[in-house]
């Protein structure tokens, strides 16, 4: 067997061949299935999105319409799994809520079949359909209240923002939504997609898959950070606090969060359209401080840091958008959760179709021929 080099992270090591979404992290190109993203950010829905991404074509108008359709008619969670949510601790965090939800999915569709198109295709629609019915449950139930049913007439995104808010969304907030779907929904060979292909090798079924995948997307080094920039931006608290703020975290070698990207060493192209987003959410419906706050941000980091690649990443205005759109921080991971449905997605598939289970190997450091201590001892 030919020995490799240990790397910390894996950093450069290829875990997968994969035909589902493409990174130039020094030209800042990023691609779902060969189309670059912002061509999709400006043409495209996160439902189609998804289908792209899972099925590797654009739909037809037929296949995207009958697409819709079936994740319309799946929107609705059982009753066993909302008690089962009203039982949570209001205090906990909907991450945890949401990866408990969806693995107990499976004690519901426990059949595996997953050589059966079919089955793929019901498992598709049931999670991209639940999720965000689950996020938004846990949401309104932390704080006493019922969930409010999915709306018939209302599409994806516009749904989402309906059952958390109980009222029917701005146009324009409803579309800014779904284009922030659009950029979360794939990114190569990230943690919990990575999580999710090894989850998928052992041939388990695809709740489990989401669930693993949830469970490590909820850290501040990965999906968490959005949440985290959020903290900091109103820990800084105004434009003329940037500058100590930053040379501080500089000197304690502190990480400025949503900055700096494994593979990214330009500013992430999801980003520079996440920023145009805030700007148009800003124009509408009122100027935000901390959006000042986090150019100003950017801006002292780039001359500080830039040398090192260290430039905004997808998690760096995307907080700012959803708080504007009366998001609590602590769903802005779960919401990057829904969007990344679509990317697991595509990856438990693909992994399927060329299945070796993962079963990496390891550099032993420790110890050989240590003989027990009895407990007296010790
Ligand atoms: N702020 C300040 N310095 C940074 C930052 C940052 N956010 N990120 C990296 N650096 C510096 C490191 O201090 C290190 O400097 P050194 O070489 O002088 O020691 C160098 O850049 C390399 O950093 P690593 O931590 O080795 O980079 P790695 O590729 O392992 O980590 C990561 C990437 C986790 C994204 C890192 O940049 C980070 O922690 N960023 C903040 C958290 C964040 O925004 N995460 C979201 C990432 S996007 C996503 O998951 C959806």
């Known amino acids: 067997m030919m020995v490799c080099e240990y790397k910390p992270g894996l950093e450069g090591i290829p875990a997968a061949e994969s035909s589902i979404s493409f990174v130039d992290g020094q030209k800042g190109i990023l691609e779902y299935r060969g189309i670059r993203i912002e061509e999709l950010a400006s043409k495209s829905t996160f439902l189609e999105t998804a289908y792209l991404l899972i ?15 079936e994740v319309k008619m799946h929107r609705r969670i059982k009753y066993r799994i909302r008690d089962m949510m009203k039982s949570f601790p209001e205090s906990g965090h909907p991450m945890d809520a949401l990866q408990a ?30 999720i965000p019915t689950m996020v938004a449950a846990f949401q309104l139930m932390r704080q006493g209240n019922d969930p409010v049913r999915p709306h018939d007439d209302l599409d994806y995104s516009a749904n989402f923002l309906y059952m958390l808010n109980e009222k029917k969304p701005d146009p324009l907030a409803a579309r800014i939504f779904d284009v922030c779907l659009i950029l979360q929904a794939e990114h190569t060979m990230n943690a919990s997609t990575f999580s ?17 995948a949830v469970g ?17 931006l109103e820990e800084i608290g105004s434009v003329s606090n940037v500058r100590p703020y930053i040379e501080d975290c500089i000197q304690r070698k502190a990480k ?8 990214y060493k330009v500013k992430d192209p999801r980003a520079t359209i996440l920023q145009d987003l805030a700007q148009q959410l800003f124009a509408k419906f009122g100027h935000d401080k901390y959006f000042d706050i986090a150019q100003e941000v950017e801006r002292v980091a780039e001359e500080k840091l830039g040398h090192k690649g260290i430039y905004p990443n997808v998690d760096f ?3 700012l ?8 921080t602590d769903l802005f991971t779960p919401i990057f959760a829904i969007a990344r449905v679509a990317g697991w997605l595509a990856h438990w598939k693909e992994q399927l179709e060329e299945n070796r289970i993962f079963r ?12 027990y201590t009895p407990i007296e001892q010790r």
């Open 55 to 69: 099925w590797n074509e654009l739909p037809t108008k037929q296949q995207i319409a009958e697409f819709e359709e």
């Open 321 to 328: 958008v959803y708080r504007k759109m009366g998001i609590p």
């Open 256 to 263: 400025i969060m949503g900055l700096g990207h494994r593979v």
């Open 216 to 232: 490590t997307l909820g850290g501040p080094l990965h999906g968490g950070a959005n949440e985290e920039v959020i903290h900091m």
């Open 360 to 371: 990496p190997t390891q550099v032993y450091n420790g110890r050989h021929e240590v003989s």
């Open 196 to 212: 999710a292909r090894v989850t998928a090798s052992t041939l388990t079924d695809p709740y489990a898959v989401v669930a693993s």
């Open 101 to 130: 939800s969806a693995a107990a999915l499976g004690l519901f569709y426990s059949r595996r079949d997953l050589h059966n198109p079919v089955y793929i295709r019901d498992a598709v629609v049931r999670l991209l359909a639940t």
């Open 317 to 319: 205005y995307s907080g």
